[in-house]
């Protein structure tokens, strides 16, 4: 089932929740141009509970899923995610998870790891990106949005098992979960430079 709900999330949903599969929607990839619109959560079950902003202060409930340390949070391509719900929440997502980081971690042998990649390799589901450029800021969201949306983190918890298997077998669980706490790091640096400035190249 598809729930859609405005500015936050429902109160009965953190209940007995230990992991939650999140994604974000936004006007486009520019932190410091582009809004957050959306934002989409499931617990790992054939749920998917979808936000969208109005009011980003009355987001009271995500702000406590967002930082409850005992509550893991998965992403796809972390990075961007936590950097918005950052900038328009004021929060640093704590105990964090990136499915693009573990599969390139352990998926060397291919160059493709976006999330309908995974689904496809790992789950043989195929997912549509047809609804990525789209306007994630109208007034109403259509029913291809939101079955897009929904897909975002419909998947991610049966692909984290998938990964966590390989990471184990690979031994690369310990760099995996340093690479996910530098996360958040790496956030504030590219809100500090606007992504334009990588303070770990080679160039002066």
Request: glycine fraction near 2%; aromatic fraction near 12%; hydrophobic fraction near 35%.
């Amino acid at each position: 089932m598809i729930y859609t709900f405005y500015d936050d999330l429902p109160s009965d949903f953190l209940d007995n929740t230990t992991s939650v599969a999140i994604d974000t929607e936004t006007m486009g990839l520019l932190p410091y141009r582009d809004r957050l619109c959306l934002a989409q959560f499931s617990k790992g079950n054939e749920d998917a509970y979808l936000i969208k902003f109005n009011d980003y202060g009355n987001a009271k409930n995500i702000r406590y899923l967002l930082t409850n340390n005992k509550i893991l949070k998965i992403f796809h391509y972390a990075r961007f995610d936590i950097m918005m719900l950052y900038k328009y929440l004021g929060v640093m997502t704590e105990n964090i998870y990136c499915t693009k980081i573990a599969s390139k971690l352990v998926r060397t042998y291919t160059s493709k790891h976006s999330l309908l990649n995974l689904c496809k390799d790992l789950l043989n589901i195929e997912i549509s990106k047809e609804e990525t450029c789209t306007d994630w800021g109208a007034k109403e969201l259509t029913q291809e949005q939101k079955e897009y949306a929904a897909n975002d983190v419909l998947y991610l918890h049966k692909i984290k098992e998938k990964l966590d298997e390989m990471l184990i077998r690979e031994n690369r669980v310990d760099l995996a979960n340093s690479c996910f706490e530098f996360l958040k790091t790496r956030v504030m640096l590219d809100l500090l430079t606007n992504e334009q400035y990588d303070i770990f190249s080679h160039g002066a």
